[in-house]
Antibody, heavy 123, light 110 residues
Framework: QLQLQESGPGLVKPSETLSLTCTVS??????????WGWIRQPPGKGLEWIGG???????YYNPSLKSRVTISVDTSNNQFSLKLSSVTAADTAVYYC???????????????WGQGTMVTVSS | QSVLTQPPSASGTPGQRVTISCSGS????????VNWYQQLPGTAPKLLIY???QRPSGVPDRFSGSKSGTSASLAIGGLQSEDEADYYC???????????FGGGTKLTVL
């Protein structure tokens, strides 16, 4: 069964770059049917889409974060990664990676999610 | 301020039917399909409804979705205590060229 697992530092200093990796297991990241995305949730608040990537390299980002976000894919290790630069306390959140399926059968949705990882921005 | 608008809270007693609304615009709900996610306390969101009214395998038929114009709704019938969770609607936005979420509705089972 497909599983996604986020990993990375739980504490990042203000103005530095947040870096997270999502490892995909039990299935290949290299499928035309899927994109791979990042979503975050500040404590006590709702969900915010950050961006996503296709294994071929096509990316799409939330316009409000685009200037600070880079998402990349490593097909050899079945992973994709998030980098968010110049972080502030407002970037403190649980960060989720998720599979974005886009097919006629399964529609267009985030159908599989990682468990999430808490990242705190503080000096 | 979320692009999609949901009521912050909803409640019902066991066995009741509850409906949660989600309001958007022509660039998202009006032209794209709507998904609903359930987030139980302390866990990751789970896909509950996709393509407006389709249930993934394993989701009980007590959960149903509908869409009309620029609004969508999630209905939960035969409410159970384990349905107590946050519910989020989501859709692709053609103007923003990205995903937008509702602010979430906290469902309390009284």
């Amino acid at each position: 069964q497909l599983q996604l697992q986020e990993s990375g530092p739980g504490l990042v200093k203000p103005s530095e770059t947040l870096s997270l990796t999502c490892t995909v297991s039990a299935d290949s990241i290299s499928s035309n049917a899927y994109y791979w995305g990042w979503i975050r949730q500040p404590p006590g608040k709702g969900l915010e889409w950050i961006g996503g990537i296709h294994y071929g390299g096509t990316t799409y980002y939330n316009p409000s974060l685009k200037s600070r976000v880079t998402i990349s894919v490593d097909t050899s290790n079945n992973q994709f990664s998030l980098k968010l630069s110049s972080v502030t306390a407002a970037d403190t959140a649980v960060y989720y990676c998720a599979r974005h399926v886009s097919t006629a059968v399964m529609g267009n949705a985030f159908d599989i999610w990682g468990q999430g990882t808490m990242v705190t921005v503080s000096s | 301020q979320s692009v999609l608008t949901q009521p912050p809270s909803a409640s019902g007693t066991p066995g009741q039917r509850v409906t949660i609304s989600c309001s958007g615009s022509s660039s998202n709900i009006g032209s794209e399909t709507v998904n609903w996610y359930q987030q139980l306390p302390g866990t990751a969101p789970k896909l509950l409804i996709y393509s407006n009214n389709q249930r993934p395998s394993g989701v009980p038929d007590r959960f149903s979705g509908s869409k009309s114009g620029t609004s969508a709704s999630l209905a939960i019938g035969g409410l159970q205590s384990e349905d107590e969770a946050d519910y989020y609607c989501a859709a692709w936005d053609d103007s923003l060229n990205g995903w937008v979420f509702g602010g979430g509705t906290k469902l309390t089972v009284l």
